[in-house]
């Protein structure tokens, strides 16, 4: 594909120590588990360590990370790590990364630090890291890298963009963000953003969630409107969820209960925490006697009353959920409840979704999903023509488009090349690929990558462990299990009766009969075998996997888990021995 004119064109097979390299353990081809660094002789600086939440083919599968080997193996180097916001795509794999990896410094806007702070507390580690408050004037600055923050718009506040001054140039990093011209919250410096253009900027990095949406999305100003109507016009008790790390949002939905004489209540752990932690910071304004707690729901009339929850996604655990099928300790569904989604379902859930409000209006609720028509959420990120704003702005010579899947990054680099970035001064990366910025041009490496893989988190292990656990539990999952108990006497080394199989989720039994007692017989005749020599446990225990797996695979095109038993009977004594 080398050549003028084309993607990733530029390309280099050696770099230097000296050359400032830019790579992501997570973040690109994906939306989730953010991690990025950037690296100059002895010193790493890594921006954001997100998590990703797992789709639906991971079974049981809590969190998704990337594999922090590099870091491990570079801790020396490690300065510090930056916090662009407190999304859990960019701070969710903190304590998973602090586990591994010691660092130091953590450098975070204070609303992001207030999450932050409260993970570490639940992960019992508050005393691994200091965590910096920094602002739109604070400065990192080390050997090689002299770093500044600026302001963004984003659906959760303190949000920060990156310059990040190395000795190859310039780079800047939208983090997530997008142009609100009337925003809840911080406006987006655009004076200092189109300055540092003016200034020069070597690489742009940019969001790239929205680029496959034409236009620009629209204000949260127009949400909050809708929002109010809402509170104005309905008459009986509204609920409403939506993204607990939405604050801004939460913020609208109080001050429109508040003007139209509505008693808040708040449902769900995170919607909780956030709350508290979004008040405490100044960013939710609100009395205490606007909240009441949820065991006084029965004593405030109807048209009074605002529920604020969590569940917007279709969690099964989460607050709506509850609320819909019935199992909720406070809230139970009345006919003519209106219920409202402030959010729109990520792409995967929206089947949860659609379960939740089917629940909902069997129970006689009337639900309200956000459309074209009335406005009920808005994304956080850059629609298309924002990202064409911001390369405007910025001007950069060479382009990187993260924080998306690969089809967002290509649509992404396609928006560049429109307003004027060349072709070959894009590159569209996969995580692991290394760009070289060396004296203010850049090049992707075309000889060597940095190890990355998805590390699957089930409950608190983080070894890996459940990676193991999770491939088995795609193969029950796809091919069942089968159980093999074959008794023994190990003294005269005989078979004591015909094996017994037991399956689950194999195959139909009714139908599988046969096919069962013939593999009962296929077995008892390898282990008969195995056993005419001198053999052990081991031995006969993978005879018995050689010779289903085989025979099972020809019949029915599975491989299912196959779990040997063995059970010896010696004098009468039975050891059972798995
Ligand atoms: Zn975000
Ligand atoms: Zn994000």
Redesign the pocket.
Known sequence: MAGQNQYNSRTLSTYLPSDTKIFALGGLGEVGKNTYCIECNDEIIIIDAGVMFPDDSLLGVDYVIPDYTYLIRNQKKIKALLIT?G?E??IGGIPYLLKVCSISDIYASKFAAGLIQKKLEEHRMSNRAVIHIINKDSRFTSKYFHIGFFDIT???PD?YGLAIQTPNGWILSTG?YKFDLTPIGSNADYQRISYMGEFGIDLLMSDSTNSEVPGFSISEKTVAKSIDEIMEKTKGRIIIATFSSNVHRIQQIISAAIKFGRKICVIGRSMENVVQIARDLGHIKAKDDDFIEPTLLDSYQANKLCVLCTGSQGEPMAALSRIANGSHRFVTIIPGDTVVFSSNPIPGNASSVNGVVNNLTRLGAIVLTNSMLNNLHTT?HANKEEQKLMLQLVKPRFFMPMHGEYKMLRMHADTATEVGVPADHIFICANGDILVLRNHEVYMCDTNRIQTDDIYIDGNDSSGIATAVLKDRQVLANNGLVSVIVTINSQNNTILCRPNIVSRGFIFIKEGQELLRDAELVVYKAVRRKMAQKTTFGEIKNCIRESLEPYFYSKTHRNPIIIPVILNHIDGQALRKR
């Open positions: 916001h999304h795509d960019h984003h659906s959760i949000s997530d956080g």
